[in-house]
């Protein structure tokens, strides 16, 4: 599978890995180049300085015939503006958004970008550990609506975690890092 990360810190960078490892092609954009150092010196992927939400920068990239989408920057903003251009401009149908904020977390997913708020992840894991009952958010949001057409949003609404492992398929051959 073809996997697109936008953002290379500590989440990005370690699905990076772990896909790589995987035998997945794996891209990596980030604005900052020095945030390619979290990267493995093995990393047979390609990380690629540029702005994950500008739709000529992911074309370039070669983000147009990803499998997978993944925005994992520290933003909500940045990482929502390059779920919808991945989503809208460059037709991908699996996409996730990393948002902090709980309530945007939702709201997002109700206008078709599915989203995984480590906010509401933590605090639901620390009540866990602490024996209280859940601290009552979602983390992993599946998009539920959509403002444009079920033709257009093909596959758009795939459930994140529905149990789904991409570790069994592999991919040969990826290029070396670019900056």
């Known amino acids: 599978m073809k996997i697109v990360i936008v953002g290379a810190g500590r989440v990005g960078s370690t699905l ?12 990596v954009l980030d604005l900052s180049t020095r945030a390619f150092d979290r990267l493995p010196t093995g990393f ?5 300085r540029g702005d994950g939400t500008d739709e000529d920068t992911l074309r370039r990239a070669g983000a147009a015939g990803a499998d997978i989408f993944l925005a994992m920057t520290e933003g909500d903003n940045r990482n929502v503006m390059a779920a919808q251009v ?4 460059l037709g991908i ?13 939702a709201a997002y997913g109700e206008l078709g970008i ?9 605090a639901d894991a620390i009540s866990a550990f602490l024996g209280f009952a859940s ?11 959509s403002h444009h057409s079920a033709d257009e949003h093909a596959g758009g609404g795939t ?12 991919i ?5 890092r670019e900056a």
Not at 16 to 27: C, K, L, S, T
Not at 94 to 105: E, G, L, M, S
Not at 172 to 176: D, H, Q
């Open 114 to 122: 599915a989203t995984i708020c480590r906010t509401t992840m933590q």
């Open 159 to 170: 459930p994140v975690g529905s149990g789904t492992t991409m570790a069994g398929t592999a």
């Open 44 to 48: 047979r992927g390609k990380a690629i």
């Open 135 to 145: 601290a009552g958010g979602v983390g992993v949001v599946a998009p539920t609506g």
């Open 16 to 27: 990076a890995e772990a896909y790589d490892r995987a035998g997945h092609e794996v891209v």
């Open 86 to 89: 991945a989503t809208e401009s």
């Open 172 to 176: 040969a051959g990826t290029t070396g």
């Open 93 to 105: 149908a699996r996409v996730v958004a990393k948002i902090n904020d709980p309530v945007r977390a």
